[in-house]
């Protein structure tokens, strides 16, 4: 049935709500609401919150707007039921940015430097058995993200997480209107930039200082002003999974398109420890806030994770570059809000049995089944400084790496690899301008070129097979006249331009793609020289050819490869069309 996306109750942060503003005023210096130290304890048996045919249904709270929720805890002996339409969760149907009313005419008034319209959940537990059940956007502890902030928050239990798939009414920020969306992860469905921006756009219409950003915010950027403040109003900011732990039983699938151990989907996400180097730019720490504890991301537990259609991951189906829907010429620089980060982070399945990730479509890993533009584990560029002479310095710590445990199989009809599926370039692609993820609210004329597209840059990680060894396979058969290459790989299936240190496969027994059209090998599938336009959407692609004036797209860089290497168990194998110990088609890069 197709069903249009709900609207939100809207629930304005101010400490004056009853104050509207003149068009020449800044917006009230927010008020978040703060709920600390609260428990919700021992449902009842056979507790169901929520229901199928409604929306944002959580374990605490069904929907978080720019909210604060700290030291609080959902504890049951009794396990219980969440059910949505859209956003369920076993903490919280869906932690999101609020939006803010007011207007800003020009660059001389001051900015609401405090300004703070994210939500928060820190410190807080999820210790119960939930069955997580929703339409779309359904995770073990938060639907959705979206603008906001998770830190150092835990998850105990058995966790169940399905979306089984809503075809959609209207447009949103990332899918048209007839597409299915069914995302599913066992901390969160999705992680995301702002409501209005992506989740919410049907809820953009209403916003004054959304539409009034326009002139401003070309301004500024023009002027190479810093607009952090003022992005960070309108939602034009990244989502944080900082230092989360995951303990017990996982089991995550969707009906149609993403699922994944940790997220479903992120764009620009920075899932990253909780210590200062990640924390300090934010609103709530850079005006103020007490860091809490420091510390790592870890899951242990994970059984499996399936989506019927593409994208499945042990960490995430899809990583990608935040899906700002335009981009900036070479003199107007946007490119510290767009990559997403994966480090601190340790996957451990079921204890003997190890994980199983499965696409019935395209694209699964036992990490991230696609990749486009980020940085990962020891890649970092979060403890980037300069030492009192002004020389930059970079001390990463060994706890950045990543690490999975106990892969026991990744399977796909096409790109199936031990952390990636596949990986390439972010899109940086834009028109004649800036159009924030398709609210068209940014023109900057006379675009001539687009800024290179980040890579994807991977340190320090680890994929280790279970004892009796991970089986990685490209289920594709070649059909008579099909071209379609069918990839495998022990630790990326299809490998654009990605450039990767200290990578290490263990307990590999085999990998498989078809014997006709298929390469396969036990670090890398296919390694090519290669931009977007080699892993993108069709529809990607076709709005890239359409822009007038454009002159380049995505710079074509060589991948190299530093440091890896393979290890195999019983008599482990790799059976292909192009088949190789450590590469299958080997077009283009560099071992050293």
């Known amino acids: 049935m197709r069903r249009t996306q709900p609207q939100t109750p809207r629930t304005p942060i101010s400490s004056k709500p009853d104050r509207r503003f003149t068009p020449t005023q800044t917006p009230e210096e927010p008020y978040n609401p703060t709920l600390s130290g609260n428990a919700v304890k021992d449902f009842k048996e056979n507790t169901v919150i929520g229901s199928a045919s409604q929306s944002y249904a959580g374990g605490f709270v069904g929907n978080q707007v720019g909210a604060i929720i700290e030291d609080s805890t959902v504890e049951s002996v009794n396990s219980f039921t969440v059910k949505a339409d859209y956003y369920a969760g076993g903490f919280s149907g869906v932690m999101r940015n609020d939006v803010m009313d007011g207007a800003l005419r020009n660059l001389g008034v001051d900015l609401p430097d405090l300004a703070k319209p994210q939500s928060l959940v820190e410190n807080s537990t999820l210790d119960a058995g939930v069955t997580v059940e929703a339409g779309s956007y359904a995770g073990g502890f938060a ?15 058995s966790i169940g997480v399905h979306a089984s798939g809503v075809v959609l009414a209207n447009d949103t920020g990332t899918v048209k209107a007839g597409e299915t969306v069914a995302l599913a992860g066992g901390f969160t469905g999705a992680a995301t930039l702002g409501w209005t921006t992506d989740l919410g756009t049907h809820d953009a219409a209403d916003t004054n200082l959304l539409k009034t950003v326009n002139s401003l915010l070309t301004t500024a950027l023009e002027g190479k002003q810093d607009v952090s403040t003022l992005l960070s109003l309108v939602g034009i900011d990244e989502s944080v999974i900082a230092g989360v732990k995951m303990d017990g039983s996982f089991v995550v699938s969707s009906g149609d398109d993403y699922a994944g151990g940790v997220v479903g989907r992120g764009d620009g996400l920075i899932l990253a420890a909780s210590d200062g180097q990640h924390l300090n730019g934010f609103s709530f720490w850079k005006h103020g806030r007490t860091l809490t504890e420091s510390r790592d991301n870890t899951v242990s537990g994970l059984k499996s994770v399936t989506a019927k259609g593409d994208y499945a991951g042990g960490i995430a189906g899809q990583l990608g570059t935040a899906s700002i829907g335009g981009i900036v010429n070479d003199t107007v620089g946007l490119g510290g809000f767009l990559p997403f980060e994966v480090s601190a982070l340790t996957v451990n399945g079921v204890a003997d049995d190890g994980y199983t990730v499965t696409a019935t479509g395209d694209y699964a890993s036992a990490g991230i089944g696609k990749a486009t533009g980020g940085y990962i584990g020891k890649a970092t560029t979060a403890y980037k400084s300069k030492d009192a002479d002004g020389n930059e310095t970079n001390d990463v710590p060994e706890t950045a790496a990543v690490t999975l445990n106990d892969v026991k199989s990744v399977e796909a009809n096409n790109y199936a690899g031990g952390f990636m599926g596949a990986s390439g370039p972010g899109d940086l692609v834009g028109s004649d301008g800036l159009n ?12 001539l070129s687009v800024a290179q597209g980040v890579m994807i840059q991977s340190e320090g990680v680890t994929v280790n097979g279970v004892k009796t060894g991970m089986t990685i396979t490209a289920t594709g058969e070649h059909k008579t006249g099909d071209v379609t290459q069918y990839v495998a790989g022990g630790f990326v299936g299809q490998s654009n331009s990605t450039q990767v240190v200290d990578a290490h496969v263990t307990g590999l027994y085999t990998v498989f793609a078809d014997m006709e059209y298929g390469n396969a090998g036990g670090f890398v599938g296919l390694s090519e020289t290669g931009g977007l336009a080699d892993v993108a959407d069709d529809t990607s692609i076709i709005e890239l050819v359409k822009v007038n004036g454009l002159v380049t797209a995505v710079g074509y860089m060589v991948p190299k490869y530093t440091n890896t290497d393979v290890r195999y168990v019983n008599g482990g194998n790799v059976t292909a069309n192009m088949a190789g110990g450590y590469a299958g ?5 560099k071992v050293d």
Do not use: E, P, Y
């Open 143 to 157: 639907g959705a993200m979206a603008n906001s902030f998770a830190v150092n928050d835990t998850v105990n239990g």
């Open 436 to 447: 924030l993820l398709g609210l068209g609210v940014l023109k900057i004329k006379g675009l």
């Open 585 to 589: 088609d080997f077009q283009s890069g």
